[in-house]
């Protein structure tokens, strides 16, 4: 039905319900991380442009960490659900983003789907390093996405506004440290990434008017 509907406002509607069923609280059913990655994975290698924005907003939604919510009843006819799925322990859920997080590193394998892959774990870079403390495997992540010659725009901005706001206040932290670190890595090199940082940013991003600065006068010395 999601598929077939003509209504452009019912399908919206019904994306929204399918993105809802793969939270990590709130879903309304207790399938497991695992189960959701298949049916995400299945959706993917459908190959269909609209089953794949399904996967992707499955998988951004396995992501997620903070402000829950939802707008539907968990009942089915005349019988009722509870919540779903709810992590009895903080290895629990930290077992559920690993997975999820796992699986979006197998996507981004794919070059036709790497692009959208890293961004999804950019667009959830500072709630899994600040709420599940996942600093370990975001880092391998984020190496993964962003060294050997690549520039990871998107993951660099993330970690610079995690800094800023998560990590700023208390610069003796290894919180502070870490971040600080990861950021030095995936700075972008050279005046082309530079420019990129900078220019083709996503908006609301906190850029770095010192790095303006530096970029403007580099590029008024060639030209």
């Known amino acids: 039905?999601?598929?077939?509907?003509?209504?452009?406002?019912s399908a919206k509607t019904a994306a929204e319900i399918h993105k809802t069923l793969f939270t990590a609280v709130l879903s309304g059913t207790h399938a497991t991380i695992e189960q959701r990655v298949s049916v995400a994975k299945g959706l993917i290698e459908d190959g269909s442009r609209k089953r794949q924005e399904l996967a992707f907003s499955a998988v951004s939604a396995m992501?997620?960490?903070?402000?829950?919510?939802?707008?539907y009843e968990f009942d089915f006819g005349a019988h009722s659900r509870d919540y779903g799925y709810w992590a009895r322990t903080p290895?629990?859920?930290?077992?559920?983003?690993?997975?999820?997080?796992?699986?979006?590193?197998?996507?981004?394998?794919?070059p036709a789907l790497a692009d959208r892959a890293r961004e999804i774990v950019a667009a959830n870079f500072r709630g899994l390093w600040?709420?599940?403390?996942?600093?370990?495997?975001?880092?391998?992540?984020?190496?993964?996405?962003?060294t050997e010659g690549r520039f990871?725009?998107?993951g660099w901005q993330a970690v610079k506004k995690t800094i800023r706001f998560d990590a700023a206040k208390d610069k003796a932290s290894p919180n502070y440290r870490r971040l600080s670190q990861l950021e030095a890595r995936l700075r972008p090199v050279g005046l082309v990434q530079r420019v990129r940082g900078l220019a083709?940013?996503?908006?609301?991003?906190?850029?770095?008017?010192?790095?303006?600065?530096?970029?403007?006068?580099?590029?008024?010395?060639?030209?």
Do not use: N, P
């Open 152 to 154: 990871w725009r998107d």
């Open 63 to 71: 992501l997620k960490t903070m402000y829950f919510s939802s707008s």
């Open 130 to 146: 600040t709420q599940a403390q996942l600093w370990d495997d975001l880092e391998r992540v984020a190496l993964k996405f962003g």
């Open 200 to 223: 083709l940013g996503a908006a609301g991003i906190d850029y770095d008017r010192s790095e303006e600065r530096r970029v403007g006068k580099e590029c008024r010395s060639r030209w």
């Open 1 to 9: 039905m999601l598929f077939r509907s003509g209504d452009s406002t």
């Open 91 to 110: 290895d629990e859920l930290l077992h559920w983003y690993r997975i999820a997080l796992d699986f979006v590193v197998e996507i981004e394998m794919d």
